[in-house]
């Protein structure tokens, strides 16, 4: 057989990816194989560890065939310089797969423990691991594999859970490896993911609260979270958008895959948007503090026994979204603001879209009793020229997805 036409090649998203996959001891060893064919049919290189356990149930050399490439299995074989080292084998790969990952591999990870050459190679990566469950359904169900995987899950290993059904040692339930389609599915997400609707779209997000200096360690500040701007700015980008954020002083993490700027103050927050442009997208759900005080101290300002506080003089801040929303070459083509009132929640809405020259604004009611400002839900009301949408009561994770999609739509 010739080689394969350019089309054919083009057509695998994952040509040129490696995989290293680790094989560990489990009756559903075999679907690994089955694995290794599709991976490779893809255009995906993989290079197979083998535990001890797992060469019970495959044999290194139905590995080595189907993968076209070297099986290793010990960890000292490795030392030897002609050989490739065990930390250069953990990051030669694009993704480390574990399929099927046992009970016992599971808890090694969770643990840390490094006693051979597939738990140092997971403990040495530098890359993305995908594990593959499989093992009986007492031990899939028991706390100890539970928390392990909690565990895993929140160092962000990624999971193909294992399916129900009945399994090779007769009992039924959850425990049988992922069928290999699901898991090279799982595999092209990560490796390959599809293009997404903003694909090639720059999205510009503000989040958080900012922090007015009154001296150099007192500020005025608000109780934003940053919880919606930064769920905007991770559903933006799960849709393709590449996205800046500029983010106040929050303490939650920043969005993975989105370029975060860190600043304090509203002048700050109004420089990094300006040098962030042009943007095709642009939503602003900081907090911005309305006012800072009109000259900072420069020291500490020290309280003095009989002397009256000092007053502050107040002056207003830039308005960050009128300012980007204003006509102009470089004005995003969708700029969403939000309003977030303890009254008149609507006349505010409608009053700000046409003050600002917004094209949405998304208003919530923020009075303390809704629990809104700083938790983990929102009830919004999307206000455009076109009318007022009310959403339900959801949560900031699904409020900023519904919205990533209505931004695409309206881009589209
Ligand atoms: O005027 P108000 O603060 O209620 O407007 C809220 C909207 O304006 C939000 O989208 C907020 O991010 C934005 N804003 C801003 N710069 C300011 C004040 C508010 O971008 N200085």
């Given at each position: 057989?010739?080689?394969?036409?350019?089309?054919?090649?083009?057509?695998?998203?994952?040509?040129?990816?490696?995989?290293?996959?680790?094989?560990?001891?489990?009756?559903?060893a075999?679907?690994a194989?089955?694995?290794?064919?599709?991976?490779?049919r893809?255009?995906?290189?993989?290079?197979?560890?083998?535990?001890?356990?797992?060469?019970?149930?495959?044999?290194?050399?139905?590995?080595q065939a189907?993968?076209?490439?070297?099986?290793?299995s010990?960890?000292?074989?490795?030392?030897?310089?002609?050989e490739?080292?065990?930390?250069?084998?953990?990051?030669?790969?694009?993704?480390?797969?574990v399929?099927?990952?046992?009970a016992?591999?599971?808890?090694?990870?969770?643990?840390?423990?490094?006693?051979?050459l597939?738990?140092?190679?997971?403990?040495?990566?530098?890359?993305?691991?995908?594990?593959?469950?499989?093992?009986?359904?007492?031990?899939w169900?028991?706390?100890?594999t539970?928390?392990?995987?909690?565990?895993?899950?929140?160092?962000?290993?990624?999971?193909?859970?294992?399916?129900?059904?009945?399994?090779?040692?007769?009992?039924?339930?959850?425990g049988?490896?992922?069928?290999?389609?699901e898991?090279?599915?799982?595999?092209?997400?990560?490796?390959a993911?599809?293009?997404?609707?903003?694909?090639?779209r720059?999205?510009?997000?503000?989040?958080?609260?900012?922090?007015?200096?009154i001296?150099?360690?007192?500020?005025?500040?608000?109780?934003?979270?940053?919880?919606?701007g930064?769920?905007?700015?991770?559903?933006?980008?799960?849709l393709?958008?590449?996205?800046?954020?500029v983010c106040?002083?929050?303490?939650?993490?920043?969005?993975?895959?989105?370029?975060?700027?860190?600043?304090?103050?509203?002048?700050?927050?109004l420089?990094?948007?300006?040098?962030?442009?042009?943007?095709?997208?642009?939503?602003?759900?900081?907090?911005?503090?309305?006012?800072?005080?009109?000259?900072?101290?420069?020291?500490?300002?020290k309280k003095?026994?009989?002397?009256?506080?000092?007053?502050?003089?107040?002056v207003p801040?830039?308005?960050?979204?009128?300012t980007?929303?204003?006509?102009?070459?470089?004005?995003?083509?969708?700029?969403?603001?939000?309003?977030?009132?303890?009254?008149?929640?609507?006349?505010?809405?409608?009053?700000?879209?046409?003050?600002?020259?917004?094209?949405?604004?998304?208003?919530?009611?923020?009075?303390p009793?809704?629990?809104?400002?700083?938790?983990?839900?929102?009830?919004?009301n999307i206000?455009?020229?076109?009318?007022?949408?009310?959403?339900?009561?959801?949560?900031?994770?699904?409020?900023?997805?519904?919205?990533a999609?209505?931004?695409?739509?309206?881009?589209?």
């Amino acid at each position: 057989m010739g080689p394969a036409p350019n089309h054919e090649v083009e057509r695998h998203a994952m040509n040129g990816k490696r995989v290293l996959l680790i094989v560990s001891g489990g009756i559903a060893a075999y679907k690994a194989l089955e694995l290794i064919r599709l991976l490779r049919r893809q255009g995906c290189g993989v290079t197979c560890v083998l535990t001890d356990n797992g060469g019970q149930f495959v044999t290194r050399l139905s590995l080595q065939a189907l993968s076209e490439s070297k099986v290793y299995s010990d960890l000292f074989s490795l030392t030897d310089e002609s050989e490739m080292g065990h930390i250069q084998l953990s990051r030669a790969a694009d993704l480390v797969v574990v399929a099927p990952a046992t009970a016992n591999i599971l808890a090694k990870m969770a643990s840390g423990l490094a006693d051979d050459l597939a738990s140092t190679v997971l403990l040495a990566t530098d890359k993305p691991v995908l594990v593959a469950p499989a093992m009986n359904v007492r031990m899939w169900l028991h706390p100890a594999t539970q928390a392990n995987m909690a565990t895993l899950a929140q160092r962000g290993v990624l999971v193909v859970p294992p399916n129900e059904g009945a399994m090779a040692c007769n009992e039924f339930g959850p425990g049988r490896l992922a069928e290999p389609p699901e898991i090279l599915a799982a595999i092209e997400q990560i490796l390959a993911p599809a293009p997404g609707p903003l694909a090639g779209r720059h999205a510009l997000v503000t989040s958080g609260p900012t922090h007015e200096p009154i001296d150099p360690v007192r500020y005025l500040a608000n109780r934003s979270s940053g919880r919606q701007g930064h769920a905007i700015a991770a559903a933006l980008a799960d849709l393709g958008a590449r996205v800046t954020l500029v983010c106040g002083p929050v303490t939650i993490a920043d969005p993975p895959g989105v370029t975060v700027r860190h600043i304090e103050s509203a002048r700050e927050m109004l420089d990094a948007c300006q040098s962030a442009l042009p943007a095709d997208i642009a939503v602003f759900a900081a907090a911005v503090a309305d006012w800072r005080v009109d000259q900072a101290a420069t020291g500490k300002i020290k309280k003095q026994p009989g002397v009256a506080p000092p007053g502050l003089t107040l002056v207003p801040n830039p308005d960050i979204l009128a300012t980007i929303a204003a006509a102009g070459p470089n004005r995003p083509r969708l700029v969403i603001g939000f309003a977030a009132e303890t009254d008149d929640l609507m006349a505010n809405a409608q009053s700000k879209l046409r003050r600002k020259n917004a094209d949405w604004i998304v208003a919530n009611d923020v009075s303390p009793e809704t629990g809104i400002m700083g938790g983990m839900e929102n009830a919004v009301n999307i206000v455009s020229a076109d009318g007022i949408e009310t959403w339900p009561r959801l949560a900031k994770d699904d409020v900023a997805r519904r919205l990533a999609r209505r931004i695409a739509e309206a881009l589209a």
